[in-house]
């Protein structure tokens, strides 16, 4: 079985503090992804990396950053954390395709962050 | 601009009777649908997918009927039970950079279903 794992299931952070939000998978998957998911708003993505030390911009990347050092590794860092950033973040893995195929992706169990 | 629409935020439907979640697209260029379920305060776990080139896929009590003419795409739940209450997100896969996939998701419809 894929297995995603996410390093908090829930987190409580400071305005200002420096946060770093894991994930790891198993399966050798090339793509990884860093999605927040509010109500209203379904999952947005953040981030996302399709080979170790290259990211790309998703839709949302302002006040975040990552690092894929490894390829089974992906965090999101988020530099001085702020209330409006308090929400799920959901991390996913992918194999890589040529384009074909459906993409799947495969979530980890999501850390719910709260910024005081 | 959203690619991926699911325009009913929330269904509330019988156990027993057919639940019916509706998504819409934009984009002619998708050439694969999924669907996903996902429970509070867990990540969203993968359903059922359709390929652009058939227009209806099968699996047990799950099928996704794909209509490309309209750009629409519904899930049928038949017959529904509880644990299907859950949020189903639609997303569409599309080709980034030329060679790589990521998923559009639309916003979720929540699903409810009543013993």
């Known amino acids: 079985d894929v297995k995603v794992t996410q390093s908090s299931r829930y987190l409580v952070k400071r305005t200002g503090e420096k946060v770093f939000l894991e994930c790891v998978q198993d399966?050798?998957?090339?793509?990884m992804f860093w999605y927040r998911q509010d109500p209203g708003l379904g999952l947005r993505l953040i981030y996302f990396?399709?080979?170790?030390?290259?990211?790309e911009k998703g839709d949302i990347p302002e006040g975040y950053s990552v690092s894929r050092e490894k390829k089974e590794r992906f965090s999101l860092i988020l530099e001085s954390a702020s209330t409006n950033q308090t929400s799920m973040y959901l991390c996913?893995?992918?194999?890589?395709?040529?384009?074909?195929?459906?993409?799947?992706?495969?979530f980890g169990p999501g850390t719910r962050l709260t910024v005081l | 601009d959203q690619q991926v629409k699911q325009n009913s935020p929330s269904l509330s439907v019988q156990e027993g009777r057919i639940s019916i979640l509706n998504c819409d697209y934009t984009?002619?260029?998708?050439?694969?649908f999924l669907w996903y379920k996902k429970y509070p305060a867990e990540g969203p776990t993968f359903l059922i997918s359709?390929?652009?080139?058939?227009d209806k896929n099968e699996d047990g009590r799950f099928t996704v009927f794909l209509n490309k003419s309209a750009k629409h795409l519904s899930l049928h739940i038949v017959p529904s039970q509880p644990g299907d209450s859950a949020v189903y997100f639609c997303a569409a896969s599309v080709i980034y950079g030329g060679s790589q996939g990521n998923l559009i998701f639309g916003k979720g419809t929540k699903l409810s279903v009543k013993p």
């Open positions: 990396s399709y080979d170790v030390k290259m990211k």
């Open positions: 399966m050798d998957h090339e793509n």
């Open positions: 359709i390929s652009s080139i058939k």
């Open positions: 996913a893995s992918s194999l890589w395709t040529s384009g074909a195929g459906n993409n799947e992706q495969f």
């Open positions: 984009n002619s260029m998708f050439d694969y």
